[in-house]
Each structure stands twice: as structure tokens, then as C-alpha cells.
């Protein structure tokens, strides 16, 4: 995984190899990371080289592969991952052997074959962005109050002021998250050639981005979602869960995904609370192999099988950002009915708890600990004094 942002964006340390470009002394350059990963053993990944020259990046990379070709664990398939050769062999001895590896290939490396770079330079040059006035976008902000909404939870700041980065929610209240229609798709298809210079992106949390879209183009662009149920304003709320396909599709699953998150969304959008929790990534895996990445969410949540029954584990407190933080597991899980009700003793534990709006529930756990929301789910009649007794 490659982040080119101070915000990690790529969730690189849960990679078996990250990639942090960073600036220093007028050059360009990589931090990179080993060992990182989710599923059944999650690790974090730890940096082996604080700044990589640009030039060394493939020779380096191949250094890399070939020491965990050279040690990695081919008796045990659930053990052969760079991650578990780095917990095996410690990071110190993987980055010597490493640097021992990489002093025998540089001198072979011929460099990047500078053709092949510059046609991949060329897909990806900036367009020609047209200037545009902001009298449109002002207007419909200040008169539309589902537009204001929807610009102030799922647009982010461009480059360019009369522009922004449009990401459109795959995630509408009650829908399979990440999924798109037919209809949708080709929608999304126009409006990426007709407003958004011909590109759109997918983002690893299962939503469509059109990075560049003049402001002006916003209230028309948004009035298309809507008609096709694509204006959902809920972009890193709640109900923007990644979920797993789970027991609906995965053959590994142990049990259902899709349906707990239908479920979670739209309890929270009938208790209409969604806007004032505010920001939280919650994580749904149908098996230990946390495919939906439960074990970095700030509420994880993991489908298992007990004696036939299925049974939901909650982890709180991680984080797919910059700083990687794997959560840790609150305690006895809960029954397919009991979950959704679990989710709002955490919630409500939180908003009342929490110091002021501006504290997110990721910093609220961070300054109680796990305490008072361990008693809200397993003591759910504590009232709020107890739950901050509990926290000091
Ligand atoms: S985490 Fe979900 S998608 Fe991945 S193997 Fe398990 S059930 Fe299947």
C-alpha cells in the first residue's frame, strides 16, 4: 500500500509492505514498512527504513520479497505472510538482512525504465481545469438545506477553490454497503465525463470518488445522485460502515455481515443521531479473517459461529489513520438481535460522556478508556454517574 498524504489514507502500517512518500532535503522519498496485517493474527507494521531514496525503491522492495522468500513459513499456509516472518525474526534482524540483500542487488538494478514511467506520468496528468464562478454553489448552499448537508459531510477540499473532491456514498441507509445498480453505475460513469474531467476512483472504503469537480457543477451533479439514491450525506458517519460480504456470499463466512449493517443503519437514521455522533468508522468481519477490517475500526464488530448460533464480538478504540491502532475486545460477544441494541448502549455511553460536540467518540475512548463503556454494554441500567466512576 503507497500513501502520497501526511493522512494515511491507505491504511499502509495493516500492509505487508507500506509506502510513505515524504519530502527531505529537496527530494522525494519513502518510508517503508513491514509486517503489517488484519485476518486472524493482526499485527501492525513496523518502519524498516526511515527514508528511501526514490531511486532505490525497487531494488529495495526486491530486497524485501527476497528475505521473506528466503525465511518466510511454507509449512503452515496461515503463517506464510511477511508479517509473521518479521514477529518470528524481530524487526532489527529482518532490516540487516534486508540491507545486506539490497547492497547485492543495487549494483545489478539497471533503473526504471523511463518510457514506461513517463506513459504511466501521462495518465495521470492534472486536466485543464476551466475557472469557474461560485455563484451557483453559494446560492443552492445557502437555499437548500439537503444540499448543505449533503456538501458539508461527503465534499472535500480541492486544490483549486473553485473546485472540490466529490466522494458520493455507496452506503444509503438500509442498501448493501458498497453496492451499486446497474443504473447507478452508468449514472456514475456520465457525471464522471460530463463534471468530473473523465476520472473516478474507488476508495478502499467501498465508495466512489470524483476528484475534481467544479463547484459551480455541484447543485446539478447533485441533484443526478438524488434521483438515483446516490446523495446519501454520510460520509465517515456511522452508517458509512465497510462491511464483508459475510454468510450472504463468503462460503468462509461464520456469520451474517450485510444485514447487521442494514440494520445498523438504519436504527441510527430512525433515531435520527447519525449527525450528532459525528465521526466513527464501524467495521463489520463475517469470520476471523476481517475482511471488513473490524480490528481498526473505532467499533469493530466480528461474526462468529458458537455452537451453531451466530455471535458478535465488539472490539472499540482502533484506527485505520496514520497512527494504527488495532482495538481491543470488550468482552463476551452478543446474539444476531442483541447486536444492533449492544452498538447503542456504546453510542449513547458516548454522547454522554463525551465533554462538548467537538470531541469525537475516538478521543472520548481515548481520555475514559474502556471502562465506562464496558459497564454500558454489560451493566446497560448503570446510570451515566456510575459509567464516569467507572471511567476515573
Ligand atoms: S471476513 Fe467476510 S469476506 Fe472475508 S472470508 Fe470472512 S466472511 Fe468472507
Request: net charge negative; hydrophobic share 45%; charged share 20%.
Amino acid at each position: 500500500a503507497v500513501t502520497g498524504s501526511p493522512n494515511d489514507r491507505a491504511v499502509t502500517a495493516a500492509h505487508d509492505i507500506g509506502l510513505r512518500i515524504v519530502a527531505r532535503d529537496g527530494g522525494l522519498g519513502y518510508q517503508v514498512l513491514v509486517g503489517g496485517g488484519l485476518g486472524r493474527t493482526p499485527m501492525i507494521g513496523k518502519v524498516i527504513k526511515d527514508f528511501l531514496p526514490e531511486a532505490d525503491l525497487l531494488p529495495y522492495l526486491e530486497a524485501v520479497v527476497s528475505v521473506w522468500n528466503t525465511l518466510g513459513r511454507r509449512d503452515n499456509k496461515y503463517k506464510a505472510r511477511i508479517k509473521i516472518t518479521v514477529h518470528e525474526h524481530g524487526v532489527a534482524e529482518i532490516s540487516r538482512l534486508v540491507e545486506e540483500r539490497f547492497a547485492l542487488i543495487r549494483p545489478t538494478f539497471s533503473g526504471v525504465d523511463q518510457t514506461l514511467l513517463a506513459d504511466i506520468r501521462a495518465q495521470f496528468a492534472p486536466p485543464a481545469f476551466r475557472a469557474a464562478p461560485l455563484v451557483a454553489y453559494d446560492a443552492a448552499y445557502a437555499a437548500d438545506p439537503v444540499f448543505r448537508a449533503w456538501a458539508d459531510t461527503n465534499l472535500a477540499r480541492h486544490k483549486r477553490a473553485d473546485h472540490a473532491i466529490v466522494t458520493i456514498s455507496l452506503k444509503a441507509h438500509g442498501e448493501t454497503p458498497g453496492d451499486a445498480t446497474v443504473a447507478q453505475m452508468r449514472l456514475l460513469a456520465d457525471l464522471a465525463a460530463r463534471f468530473g474531467y473523465d476520472a473516478l476512483r474507488i476508495s478502499h472504503e467501498q465508495n466512489v470518488i470524483l476528484p475534481h469537480v467544479a463547484r459551480a457543477d455541484l447543485p446539478t451533479l447533485h441533484a443526478a445522485l438524488k434521483a438515483q439514491g446516490l446523495a446519501t450525506a454520510n460520509i465517515g458517519l456511522l452508517s458509512d460502515i465497510i462491511a464483508c460480504p459475510g454468510m450472504d456470499y463468503c462460503a468462509l463466512a461464520t456469520a451474517r455481515s450485510i444485514p447487521v449493517a442494514q440494520d445498523l443503519a438504519q436504527h441510527f437514521d430512525a433515531l435520527k443521531l447519525e449527525h450528532d455522533i459525528g465521526p466513527l468508522k464501524l467495521k463489520i468481519s463475517g469470520c476471523i479473517n476481517a475482511c471488513g477490517h473490524h480490528h481498526v475500526g473505532h467499533i469493530g464488530i466480528l461474526g462468529l459461529d458458537r455452537a451453531g448460533v451466530e455471535n458478535y464480538q465488539i472490539t472499540l478504540g482502533g484506527d485505520h489513520g496514520t497512527d494504527l491502532a488495532l482495538g481491543g475486545r470488550t468482552g463476551p460477544g452478543f446474539s444476531y438481535d442483541e447486536i444492533v441494541p449492544a452498538i447503542e448502549r456504546i453510542l449513547r455511553c458516548y454522547l454522554a460522556l463525551r465533554e462538548s460536540r467537538e470531541e469525537t467518540f475516538l478521543e472520548a475512548f481515548h481520555r475514559l478508556g474502556l471502562a465506562p463503556f464496558k459497564a454500558a454494554l454489560y451493566e446497560p441500567l448503570a446510570p451515566a454517574k456510575e459509567l464516569i466512576h467507572a471511567a476515573e
